[in-house]
DNA sequence: CTGTTAGCGCTTTCAA
DNA sequence: TTGAAAGCGCTAACAG
C-alpha cells in the first residue's frame, strides 16, 4: 500500500493526455486533435469514441501550463480594477466577463495599481481591461510590456485604445433634468480630477448649463475621491456657499451617498430644500432615501465592448478606441424636484 | 521585410532566459539559479552581476507558463464570488489578498458557481478561496478535482476545511442591543436559508432572544436572498404583521438597504418607529439616513486566514476549519433606539 | 486514418 | 564555480 488509506486525491498524479491515448489505444497526436476537435482530421468514428470515452472515464483535463507554453496563449484576460467596493465595476466585469466567455476565455479580476497588476497578470493572460487608474500621465505600450490591453472607462493620452461610455452626454442629461425643473444654482460634486471620468462629466456639466444660459460659478464645484466620505465633505463645503445651491449633482454613486447623507446633516431635505443626482445607476440607487435620481451609464455594455475590443487586440488587428453607442439614461425616481419656491439662497 | 512597418511591438518576441545567459556569457542553468536566489548556488559575484545586469538590460520577464509546467505550481491562488456587488466580498478579498501576496501568491477573483469556475480556474491557480453559493449539499473534496481549497464565510458538510467569523454571536450582539433598548417583537429579515451565513444569524437571532426570555414568533422571520429587492419586499412583509415588530434585525448590509427603504415605504420613521440593525460594516453604512447600527464582522481578518489556511493546504498540511477569533463589534449609529412608548402594537 | 518527431522555456540533477 | 542533459505535458508539422 504505497497510498495512505485517508487521503486518495492529494497523492492521486493527475490524468496526462497520453494516459488517455494508452487507454484508448491510440498515440498522443491523435488523443489531442480529436479532444480538441480538430477539423482536419480524419478519424474513424470508433477510433474518436475509444478517446473520447476513455477521456471521460479517467477525468482527464489537459494541463493548463503545457498547453499554454505550447500555443503561448493563456485563454485567460485580466481585468484590474482600483476599487473592488465599487458597484460599477461588478456591472462593467459582468458584462466583459459574458463577452469574453462566450469567446472560450476566461476573466480574471484583480485589484490594484497598473505596475502591480501588471506584474503579477503578466504571463497569466493573453490581454488585460484596465480600469484602474494610475498616476502615469501617458499610457504607452511599453507600460504594458507588450500584453495587448484595452482601456475601460477611462481615455488617455497615449497608444492604447479605450472603450468609454458617453460621460458628458450623462452629466448633461442630469443637468438639463435639474434646469427643466428650474433650477439655476446647481453645484457639482466632482470626482477626482486626475480621474477621466470625472472630468468628463465635469465638462459635462459645464457644457449643459452653459447652454442652459447659467454661468457655472467656479466655486459650484467641488472635488472629491470617489467615495462616501469624500463626497460627503465635498458636498457639505458646497452647501455653505451662500447663495446655497438648489441642486447637487454628483459624479458617482459612492459620492451620490455621501452628498444625501450630507445634505441631511445640514438639516435640509431631499429633494423639496435641495435636489441631488447621482451618476451610475446600481441596485442600491432605488433603495436609498430618497430613491436616487441617478443617470444609467450602459455599463455592462462596456464591458462588453471593451472585452471585444481587447480580443480583437489579441487577433493581432489593432483596436480603435470607441464610446460606446448605447446613451445614457436619465433615471426619475425621488431625490430631484423643483426648486423651493423662496430659493433667495439665504438658507435657513 | 518580413515585420511590418507600422507595429513593432507585438512582433517583438520576448527576452528568454538563454537569451540572458548567452548576453551574460553563462549557461542558462546557471543563469536560472541566479535568478532565483538559488542559495545552494556558489557562484563568482562578477558571473552574478553579469546576470543580474543582463537580464535587467534585456527587460527578461520569465515565462510563467514555462515555469509553471516544470515546477507544477502557479504561485496564483483563486476566489470565487457569487456576487461582486456585494462589499463585504470586496473586504474579504483585501485581506486574502494582502496574505496570498506576502507570501508571492497573486489572488485573482472570478465571479460565479463552484462548477464553472472550477473549471475555469483549473491549473490556472494553486487553490482556491470559496465564497460561493452552491446546492450542492456536501463539498466532498473531489467536487475540486484535487485542486486545494477553503471555504470563506461558509461551513458546510463534507471534507473542505473552512473559516467563518462568529456569525451567531455577531446576530447575538444585535439582538442583545435591541434586547437592552427595550425592545421585544424584534423580527428578522434572513439571508437565504440555502447559505450557511444566513442560517447561523437566524441562529443567534433565535438564541439570543430566547436567553433575553423572549418567544420568537415562527413569522417573525421572512426569508430573503442576499440583496435590496428582496430584503425590502421581506421587510415589508414582516412591517405587516400585528402587533407590529419595533425591531427589524437584517441579514446583510444589502438587506438592510432594502429594510430601511420598506421602513419608510410603510412611512414609519427609523428609528422613532421601527428600530433596523444591520450586519456587516461597509464604508456604506455610515452614510445611510439614518446611519446605520450594524455588526461589523472581521472580515478582512476572515480574507487573510483563509488565505493562511489555503496556503498551507497548498504546502500539502492538511488546514483545520477554523472560526476567525476577533470577536464581532457592534456599531451603534442612528438606527438603533428604544421602541416607542406607545408600541401597543396596533400600527398607525 | 494514424504515428513520429520536435520543441515551447524553464528548473534541476548530476557531472566536470 | 559552471555546464550538460533531461524532461515537465502538450500541440503541430510531417511522414507513413
Redesign the interface.
Known amino acids: 500500500m504505497i497510498e495512505p488509506h485517508d487521503?486518495g486525491?492529494?497523492g492521486?498524479r493527475?490524468t496526462r493526455l497520453r494516459d488517455v491515448a494508452a487507454a484508448a489505444g491510440v498515440d498522443a497526436s491523435v488523443a489531442s486533435r480529436v479532444l480538441n476537435g480538430d477539423a482536419q482530421l480524419s478519424v474513424r468514428n470508433e477510433t474518436r469514441d475509444r478517446v473520447l470515452e476513455a477521456a471521460a472515464r479517467l477525468?482527464y483535463?489537459?494541463?493548463?501550463?503545457?498547453r499554454?507554453?505550447k500555443t503561448?496563449r493563456?485563454m485567460?484576460v485580466?481585468m484590474v480594477v482600483p476599487?473592488?467596493?465599487n458597484?460599477a465595476?461588478?456591472?462593467i466585469?459582468?458584462g466583459a466577463?459574458k463577452r469574453a466567455s462566450a469567446a472560450g476565455y476566461?476573466?480574471?479580476?484583480?485589484?490594484g495599481s497598473i505596475p502591480a497588476s501588471l506584474a503579477?497578470?503578466?504571463?497569466?493572460v493573453d490581454g488585460l481591461l484596465v480600469a484602474a487608474a494610475t498616476s502615469e500621465t501617458s499610457y504607452r505600450?511599453?507600460l504594458f510590456?507588450?500584453v495587448p490591453a484595452v482601456l475601460v472607462n477611462r481615455k488617455e493620452p497615449g497608444e492604447i485604445a479605450s472603450v468609454i461610455v458617453d460621460d458628458e452626454a450623462g452629466a448633461a442629461l442630469a443637468i438639463r433634468h435639474l434646469l427643466e425643473l428650474g433650477h439655476r444654482r446647481i453645484a457639482h460634486v466632482a470626482g477626482p480630477q486626475d480621474a477621466d471620468t470625472a472630468r468628463r462629466r465635469l465638462r459635462g456639466y459645464r457644457a449643459a448649463l452653459r447652454l442652459g444660459g447659467v454661468e457655472a460659478a467656479p466655486e459650484s464645484v467641488a472635488e472629491a475621491s470617489y467615495?462616501?466620505?469624500a463626497g460627503?465633505l465635498a458636498a457639505a463645503a458646497l452647501l455653505r456657499l451662500r447663495p446655497r445651491p438648489t441642486a447637487l449633482f454628483a459624479a458617482n454613486i459612492?459620492i451620490a451617498?455621501?452628498t444625501?447623507?450630507a445634505v441631511?446633516r445640514a438639516r435640509l431635505r431631499v429633494p423639496e430644500d435641495v435636489s441631488v443626482i447621482g451618476f451610475d445607476d446600481?441596485?442600491?440607487a432605488?433603495?436609498?432615501?430618497p430613491?436616487l435620481t441617478t443617470v444609467r451609464m450602459p455599463l455592462e455594455e462596456l464591458g462588453s465592448v471593451a472585452a471585444e475590443s481587447l480580443l480583437r487586440e489579441i487577433g493581432?488587428r489593432?483596436a480603435e478606441s470607441v464610446m460606446v453607442d448605447i446613451p445614457p439614461e436619465l433615471v426619475v425616481r425621488g431625490s430631484a424636484a423643483p426648486p423651493p419656491l423662496d430659493a433667495t439662497g439665504r438658507g435657513s
Not at 61 to 66: E, H, Q, T, V
Not at 106 to 111: F, K, P
Not at 120 to 124: P, Y
Open positions: 487521503g486525491s492529494p492521486q493527475p477525468n483535463r489537459p494541463n493548463r501550463a503545457a499554454a507554453l503561448a493563456t485567460a485580466g476599487d473592488l467596493a458597484p465595476f461588478a456591472m466585469a459582468l466577463e476566461t476573466l480574471m479580476l484583480a485589484r503579477d497578470l503578466q504571463g497569466r505600450r511599453p510590456g507588450g467615495d462616501e466620505a460627503h459612492r451617498i455621501g444625501l447623507s441631511r446600481t441596485p442600491l432605488s433603495y436609498l432615501d430613491p493581432g489593432r
